[in-house]
């Protein structure tokens, strides 16, 4: 490379770290004001309260109280236009710049790798290892392609039942619903005689960021509802969708009506534009690509980082996620049951896969940029996905405390199909409490089973 051709490079490289500085700048004056909010509001209240008791008896009550400030003046800032804005700025500088940065970060990865392996929760994961364990209900591998794998729960006695296919998000892993012995759903759906059979989509290859959603629905959920149906000589079985897997489920039961007997769909985001929460409007629900430029994301990284999407789930309630809860650690340390529960669930939260990058995109720019399942306009495999010609009975579950999927999006599912069979229910926890619950497990199996056994 000639000098001329160095002299440019850098002076593109500095040109680039300026932008991103700035950018970087503007959304930590947003940050700054939230925070200067957070402790005033936090002052005032504290002010005006009794201050007889010494401020080390109150700092419990004095964190959450500054936790909920700050998310609620986070969610009200980062809500408005214009910080979606300079967030979206910052967000895609950072990316259009992402082969600097991988340069710029790559001698300093060995280093930075050893610094996060000697976390304080790290080693105390070491420490406990082989207590915690995850997915714990026995299973069969009865059918793999490419990544995916489908499992078969059996029921200890055959009732005769027609079987349940769940379908998990490809975001985090499907073994929260199978997290424990007391905290299972898998396990309490066997109770009642149930062959439930789990789709785990694995984790997508570099070299499969092509999959596309008609792949995930035409190909993978299709294929496996014809294994099961082929297992137990039937022409339908009953789908179970969760999360994202329930707009797939959605998808599929108008594509393939003739093949689902009935439909669950559990915190399942149905009408994207609803703008209560904050990843609706993030993901570009009332910006479009200002929020989030979709197209520059995948052209640049192909599949999208688990932990991208785990950052912004975490900054959705920065303060409660990010640093609240490790503070509240230090209360249930010397509980080892409790210790135990607190790193299945951390494990579970930071065990994400990428997303292959087609099928993000399509999310991003049809669902909840576009819209487009609402207003019969998605289109997967050349078919255009029509929520009206779903006619079969459905289960609409919602938890109505619900942060990433607010209840208004799943209820808006009513209007939009054709079923004379609809039924709602809902539970008041929020979007992980309806996997962990011991009160909702205990409830919702037995709710699920009781209304499919009379549609059988």
Known sequence: MSIQNYIHEYSKFISNLIQLYQASLNYQILLSDVYRKAFLELIHEFSSADNSSKILDKLPEIIQIFANKFDREF?????SPDAVIIQGKF???????WSYQQQLVKEFTPIMDF???????????????DKIQVGITPKVEIYKEDQIVLYHYSPDQNSGNIPILIVYALVNRPYIIDLQAGR???ANLLKLGFDVYLIDWGYPQKNESWLTLDKYINGYINNCVDVICKIHHLPQLNLLGICQGGTFSLCYSSLHPEKVKNLITMITPVDFHINDGLLNIWSGSTLGNKALDVDLMVDTLGNIPGDFLNYVFLMLKPFQLGVK???????????????LNFLRMEKWIFDSPDQAGETFRQVIKDLYQGNKLIKGEIEIGNQRVDLSKIQIPILNIYAEQDHLVPPTSSLALEKYISSDDYTVHSFPVGHIGIYVSSKVQKDLPLMIGNWLKIRI
């Open 91 to 97: 967000l895609n500088i950072a990316i259009a710049n």
């Open 184 to 186: 299972s759903f898998v």
């Open 325 to 339: 809860k490790y503070i509240d650690l230090l209360e249930i340390i010397k509980s080892e049951e409790k210790l």
């Open 75 to 79: 969610a009200d800032k980062f809500r």
């Open 115 to 129: 610094i996060c392996q000697i976390n304080p929760i790290n080693i105390v994961n070491y420490f406990y290892e």
